[in-house]
């Protein structure tokens, strides 16, 4: 075991603050990464105030984790001291159920090991994240990263980069879709970034004609209006596939609306109550309402790579960690573009 600085909720109400916590020590198996920079999620507010329910305290939050590798276990063979590494959303899973063996450990059907707010496969250690100095990984959950890549910009990929990479890959995006991303935040601009970069002919959806600008110098051609009722006449019909990145309430109808004929449309965002679906807004078409998580290991890997041939990183804003709790009430107010880094050097 080891001592680690880290920055930790105490309880739904707590303002983060600095709490030493203990990491296990490397064992065979084990990489050991040294945190340089990680993202703050969306996620780690609902988390961190209990907005889901079944928060654990204390929680060191943080999923999206970027360093170097400071130490390797005597049986890890991808990995050795100084090189760039990565750790995402999970941190191990049972790896012998139907889901772990088709790469989807995020399905995992004994529950994959998050990595924080969630215990080992144990289920007795508590998981804690990024927010800290550094963390010990099972090098089957290490992600390898590429140096061409800005190693800030890159963290927060391990989260809203795999999240909008997998329902693009699963269902097929290739040069000359039409791809419409419904909403421009931090998932949503990496969405419009990895469309365009597979070829897809991308639309901007957005209530805000503010975000119409920067939705272009992403890699969009295209932008609707949502807050114009024309719009939905006007793109009726329209699209193949549809990346929903929003969590407030609305209307999933009106944008099955705008699906071809089997055309689909993804869920990402989390609304905090169910949504109404009429059953003729699927059936005449035979389109498609889904939902999809993150991604698996593998194909978290295959996105990072992706990345790095292409050049995408996310766009960010690097703060010291003793801002995390001013971020997280910009992020509430939608004060960023797109995604807030914490400096981990700052501990």
């Given at each position: 075991m080891s001592t680690t600085k880290a920055y930790a909720a105490a309880s739904p109400a707590a303002a983060l603050a600095p709490l030493q916590i203990e990491r296990r020590a490397v064992g065979p198996h084990d990489v050991q990464i040294e945190i340089a920079y990680c993202g703050i999620c969306h996620s780690d507010i609902h988390q961190v105030r209990d907005e889901w329910g079944g928060s654990k305290y204390p929680m060191v939050p943080g999923h999206e984790?970027?360093?170097?590798?400071?130490?390797?276990?005597?049986?890890?063979?991808?990995?050795?001291?100084?090189?760039?590494?990565?750790?995402?959303?999970?941190?191990?899973?049972?790896?012998?159920?139907?889901?772990?063996?088709?790469?989807?450990e995020q399905f995992c059907e004994k529950g994959a090991a998050f990595t924080y707010n969630g215990t080992e496969m144990d289920r007795t250690t508590l998981t804690y994240g990024g927010y800290s100095d550094r963390v010990v990984v099972d090098e089957a959950f290490t992600l390898r990263?590429?140096?061409?890549?800005?190693?800030?910009?890159?963290?927060?990929?391990?989260?809203?980069?795999?999240?909008?990479?997998?329902?693009?890959?699963?269902?097929?995006?290739?040069?000359?879709?039409?791809?419409?991303?419904?909403?421009?935040?931090?998932l949503g601009?990496?969405?419009?970034?990895?469309?365009?970069?597979?070829?897809?002919?991308?639309?901007?959806?957005?209530?805000?004609?503010?975000?119409?600008?920067?939705a272009r110098r992403l890699g969009a051609?295209?932008?609707?209006?949502?807050?114009?009722?024309?719009?939905?006449?006007?793109?009726?019909?329209?699209?193949?596939?549809?990346?929903?990145?929003?969590?407030?309430?609305?209307?999933?109808?009106?944008?099955?609306?705008?699906?071809?004929?089997?055309?689909v449309m993804v869920l990402l965002g989390v609304p905090?109550?169910?949504?109404?679906?009429?059953a003729t807004s699927l059936i005449f078409g035979r389109?498609?309402?889904?939902?999809?998580?993150?991604g698996g290991i593998q194909e978290t890997q295959e996105m990072l790579d992706f990345c790095a041939e292409h050049g995408i990183v996310s766009d960010i804003e690097i703060?010291?960690?003793?801002?995390?709790?001013?971020?997280?009430?910009?992020?509430?107010?939608?004060?960023?573009?797109y995604r807030f880094v914490l400096d981990m050097k700052t501990l």
């Amino acid at each position: 075991m080891s001592t680690t600085k880290a920055y930790a909720a105490a309880s739904p109400a707590a303002a983060l603050a600095p709490l030493q916590i203990e990491r296990r020590a490397v064992g065979p198996h084990d990489v050991q990464i040294e945190i340089a920079y990680c993202g703050i999620c969306h996620s780690d507010i609902h988390q961190v105030r209990d907005e889901w329910g079944g928060s654990k305290y204390p929680m060191v939050p943080g999923h999206e984790i970027v360093g170097r590798v400071t130490a390797v276990g005597a049986h890890v063979k991808g990995f050795k001291a100084g090189d760039l590494a990565g750790v995402g959303c999970m941190v191990d899973s049972c790896r012998a159920c139907p889901s772990c063996q088709r790469n989807l450990e995020q399905f995992c059907e004994k529950g994959a090991a998050f990595t924080y707010n969630g215990t080992e496969m144990d289920r007795t250690t508590l998981t804690y994240g990024g927010y800290s100095d550094r963390v010990v990984v099972d090098e089957a959950f290490t992600l390898r990263i590429s140096p061409k890549l800005d190693l800030a910009a890159t963290a927060p990929l391990l989260c809203a980069g795999i999240t909008t990479y997998s329902p693009l890959r699963h269902w097929k995006t290739k040069k000359g879709d039409k791809v419409g991303v419904v909403g421009l935040g931090g998932l949503g601009h990496m969405a419009v970034k990895l469309a365009a970069a597979m070829g897809a002919e991308v639309t901007m959806l957005s209530t805000s004609k503010s975000k119409e600008a920067d939705a272009r110098r992403l890699g969009a051609q295209h932008f609707g209006l949502t807050s114009d009722e024309a719009t939905f006449k006007q793109l009726a019909g329209r699209f193949d596939l549809l990346i929903d990145t929003i969590s407030a309430p609305h209307d999933y109808n009106k944008y099955l609306g705008l699906l071809r004929v089997e055309g689909v449309m993804v869920l990402l965002g989390v609304p905090p109550e169910p949504t109404p679906v009429a059953a003729t807004s699927l059936i005449f078409g035979r389109r498609t309402l889904t939902g999809s998580l993150i991604g698996g290991i593998q194909e978290t890997q295959e996105m990072l790579d992706f990345c790095a041939e292409h050049g995408i990183v996310s766009d960010i804003e690097i703060i010291p960690v003793q801002q995390v709790n001013q971020a997280y009430e910009r992020m509430m107010k939608n004060d960023v573009r797109y995604r807030f880094v914490l400096d981990m050097k700052t501990l």
